[in-house]
């Protein structure tokens, strides 16, 4: 099923080809001027160069043909050669009863399905999640959603951080602290206990205040300075603790586990209440296993060399203009970092998943660590370079664009902000009267709804590269580009389908006559090309504009087209339908953008 700009380039396009012309030529895109035309092409200027005419005068030729189209109403020729269509009532009304019985509401399908890996949310054991987490676990969730809705099989796999230097220096704090837990024993292979020593709150304290102690300098260029905490033997004790964890110290194992399960129960708890899932709960450390043989098959083949008491690769290449370190593979303490076990995680993927393409949903500030490890990768010839892609992000940030604090300084965590978000979303429908109809636990559920649609909307309808302000009062509004607004008209829209239904009102066919059924009709068909845009560029805020233009086309279209008080049955019949064409699609596009809709307000 094409949309109205295929059907018109298609029709466009053979009017150039009967002039001897690329078929290419005929491509119908939306108008710049909807006062003056649905769709505008211009190819003319074009073919004028090619066959050295007016440019006119080919587009009065391709005009001409295209009125025989009934789905033109009017062809015209504009300036040098611009063609300006506008479609016609019956074109439209063909097009809408298309989109209202079609179950994927106008969306395509690729025409070859991808194995796909997509490696989202990324955390660190130890540390709870909070708001500069909330980028990437939501456009991954965004981007997994749309791939599989365009038909490729997806894997996702949040690749915790459990692995690195971050555990020595937990296990280090701890024997500083409790040293005399039976994990620290020399030796000592014997059974250790089942309840974990540690709290989250006991990891959230020790982390930060130990992680500082290793830092030889603080702050960022040009303001950095020496760090008047650091313990250079806190340091050296945490990397000899993460290389003997890594060589499998049997009291470091069973503490590891510890920190890990503590950690994964907040994780799943934020994750659940975003809606987000994850087919694999892998981390660095399941790739651990395959670090030996990865490296000697390295060796062997003169990849890896040693440099300095480590083994390193070289990925710098005679064209980079920039400088690109050696990827680490073995630090000259006999541990692994992250370069590491990123290239073993591409190498288990391949023996296991054979991805076509993998994306990784990771700040923007990790670019040269990915360019490197997938230059690596593409060395060893594990899973090509060209289908390894870093899909960076911008920061969440307060007002005056700075990181977002709370009041007191700290950073955000995201449960704070999930529920600040629920007692906001609760005190706004209460104000606007809505859901007062309803009990309180329903209630709660919609206000949670609307929260998450908030903070999810707010966040993915930017630009995935660039920063934003993250403004909680604003967001959670039922007017303007936000997700209350995309709700509110999804559920005003379910209110007239259980009226209509208490009425005995059904859909009929669909015929349009009003300006604001045109204009409905026309958003409801850009559906496909904005999500081809979102999935082609990876990009979550284009399906996010186009919800916004289909709830706003939809509110000028209820405003101006009385439905249930419509006399003529025909024409009530035909505005339900459309209205209910609507709302499938708004739901699958929310949906896309992992928005759940409550049936009422």
């Known amino acids: 099923m094409k949309d109205l700009a295929g059907q018109l380039s298609d029709a466009a396009g053979a009017a150039f080809v ?32 090619k066959l050295s005419k007016n440019p006119r005068e080919i587009a009065t030729s391709v005009a001409d043909a295209l009125k025989a189209s009934p789905l033109v109403a009017s062809a015209d020729v504009a300036g040098p050669g611009f063609i300006n269509v506008r479609l016609s009532a019956a074109g439209l009304s063909a097009r809408a009863n298309e989109l209202a019985t079609d179950e994927r509401a106008g969306a395509p399908k690729v025409e070859k399905p991808r194995r796909v890996v997509m490696d989202f949310g990324g955390w660190n054991v130890a540390k709870e999640m909070h708001i500069g987490h ?20 997806v894997t996702s796999d949040v690749h915790l951080g459990d692995w690195g230097l971050q555990m020595g220096l937990l296990i280090t704090a701890l024997q500083i602290e409790m040293s005399d837990l039976p994990y620290f024993v020399e030796g000592s292979n014997g059974h250790f206990p089942e309840a974990s020593p540690v709290t989250m709150d006991d990891l959230g304290r020790l982390y930060p205040q130990y992680s500082l102690m290793i830092k030889e300098t603080i702050g960022e260029e040009p303001n950095e300075r020496p760090n008047p905490a650091y313990r250079p033997d806190i340091h050296e004790a945490a990397r000899k603790a993460t290389a003997e964890l890594q060589a499998g110290r049997p009291g470091y194992l069973a503490l590891w586990r510890h920190f890990c ?12 209440s975003l809606g987000v899932k994850f087919d694999l709960w892998k981390g660095e450390s399941d790739a651990n296993e395959l670090v030996p043989e990865m490296t000697e098959d390295l060796k062997s083949r003169g990849l890896a060399e040693f440099d300095a008491g480590a083994w390193i690769i070289r990925v710098k290449r005679e064209t980079d203009k920039k400088n690109m370190p050696p990827f680490m593979l073995v630090n000259r303490d006999g541990a692994v970092g992250y370069h590491a076990t990123d290239l073993a995680t591409i190498l288990d993927r391949k023996r296991n998943l054979d991805p076509e393409l993998s994306l990784y949903i990771v700040d923007e500030r990790q670019a040269l660590h990915f360019e490197q490890v997938f230059r690596a990768s593409d060395l060893a010839g594990y899973l090509p370079e060209k289908g390894l892609e870093h899909l960076g992000f911008g920061t969440v940030n307060g007002p005056g664009g700075k990181p977002y604090k709370t009041r007191d300084g700290g950073v955000l965590k995201l449960y704070e902000l999930i529920n600040e978000a629920d007692a906001t979303a609760l005190a706004r429908m209460k104000e606007a009267e809505l859901g007062a ?6 209630q709660a559920d919609i206000a949670h709804k609307v929260a998450v649609a908030a903070i999810k ?15 909680l009062d604003r967001f959670i509004s039922f007017e303007g580009k936000t997700g209350p607004y995309l709700l509110y008209a999804a559920v005003r829209i379910k209110s007239l389908a259980r009226r209509a239904e208490a009425e005995g009102v059904k859909p009929g066919p669909i015929s349009i006559e009003l300006n604001a059924e045109r204009a409905l009709v026309l958003a409801l ?18 399906i996010c504009e186009h919800a916004y233009t ?30 209910m064409a609507t709302l499938k699609q708004l739901e699958l596009v929310l949906g896309l953008i992992g928005i759940e809709t409550p049936e009422r307000m």
């Open 261 to 272: 399960s503590v950690t994964r129960v907040g994780l799943e708890r934020e994750c659940a």
């Open 457 to 471: 909307f707010s966040d993915l309808s930017n630009v995935r590269t660039t920063n934003y302000i993250f403004d």
């Open 18 to 49: 009967s002039l001897g012309l690329d078929a290419a030529l005929g491509a119908m895109r939306r108008s710049d001027r909807p006062d003056l035309a649905d769709f505008q092409c211009n190819g003319a200027m074009a073919a004028a160069k």
């Open 134 to 153: 909330l980028r990437s676990t939501v456009i991954g969730d965004s981007l997994q959603r749309t791939f599989r809705f365009m038909g490729d099989k």
């Open 550 to 579: 289909l709830a706003q086309a939809f509110s000028g279209f209820y405003a101006a087209a009385p439905i249930m008080s419509e006399s003529d049955p025909a024409k009530k019949a035909s505005r339900f339908a459309l209205a």
């Open 437 to 442: 109809d309803v009990s309180a636990e329903e």
């Open 525 to 542: 068909d850009g559906f496909g090309d904005a999500l081809g845009g979102a999935y082609e560029k990876r990009m979550p805020h284009i």
